[in-house]
């Protein structure tokens, strides 16, 4: 395994066990502690240990090397994680914007539990918004690192769990003051902020599933590389592939029309080189050259 692959792993791994101790801790004292809005977190950490066994099989499986059935490798399984996870993540925020809404509704009408929570449910919560925010450092410099999109992904779901730990927070210190209906409403909050999140997360990890045009940093890198090779004369098309992490390039180059094939081809060799040198991530170039319409530029 390559340190590549050891480091997503070890960033799923933690978030996993993480969520495991979380989901147990949280669920439990929700209950004994009466406490709603730790409860539906408690809920919300138990469907993050679901999606993590998720992404930790499509991890597992990107790791697969090249075959002749997918001669580029098995890397876009990351991709597809990302998207699962945005998934997950829309449908949890859902859920729990559902059920915010109808204790709301029980409250007006005067349905409500009003029995506050206990102090410890307010420590739990506090301590997992402690450990969320490590969380979501740690995974985001490991996503921008190893450029994973399901890595990234689990980033963006940890900085979501601090919100929903801090709307727990400040339902359960309300509802110990006596605005029980705090509780709720900040569940219902959170709930949009999450979804809007989980819309992203699908949003980019659905874009490295397809050929795209290249953004507008890694265009400028192509063209400032590839024009300094003698004998090119203009970079006419670029397109890119992503593989997961990983890139292919298929470019169309103007040489020089007074060249012969052989020197064509010496040409895109030393092009191919220079760029799997200089761009990161970048596994595979696929070049076609023709004559400029000018051969005298």
Known sequence: MGRREQRTSQAVNLGLITNVLLAGLKNAIGIIGNSP???????????????????????????????????????????????AVGAFVVATSVAIFWNA????????????????????????????????????????????ETKSAAVIAL????????????????GILFARIGYIWMDPLAGALVAIVILRTGVMIIRDSSIELVSTKPDAD?????????????????????FV???????????????????SVQQGDRISSLV????????????RVHIHYHPTSDSSM
């Open 155 to 170: 980033a963006y779901d940890h900085r979501n769990d601090i919100f929903s730990a801090l709307a727990a927070t400040i």
């Open 272 to 283: 191919e080189e220079i760029l799997l040198e200089r761009i990161d991530f970048l596994s």
């Open 37 to 83: 809005a730790l409860l539906a977190d408690g809920i919300n950490s138990t469907s993050d240990v679901a999606y993590y066994l998720v992404v930790a099989v499509f991890m597992r499986e990107a790791r697969k090397p090249p075959d002749e059935e997918h001669p580029y490798g098995h890397r876009q399984m990351e991709s597809i994680a990302g998207v």
């Open 101 to 144: 809404i109808n204790t709301v509704y029980y409250f007006l009408i005067g349905e409500g539990d009003r029995t506050a929570s206990s102090t410890f449910a307010l420590v739990v919560a506090l301590l997992t918004v402690i450990l969320k925010i490590f969380l979501t450092l740690y995974t985001r410099w490991v996503g921008d």
């Open 218 to 238: 890694l265009l400028t890198q192509v063209h400032t590389l590839v024009l300094k090779v003698a004998g090119v004369q203009a970079v006419e098309e670029v």
């Open 241 to 259: 592939q992503r593989f997961g992490p990983y890139l292919v390039l298929n470019i169309t180059l103007g040489i020089d029309g007074s060249m």
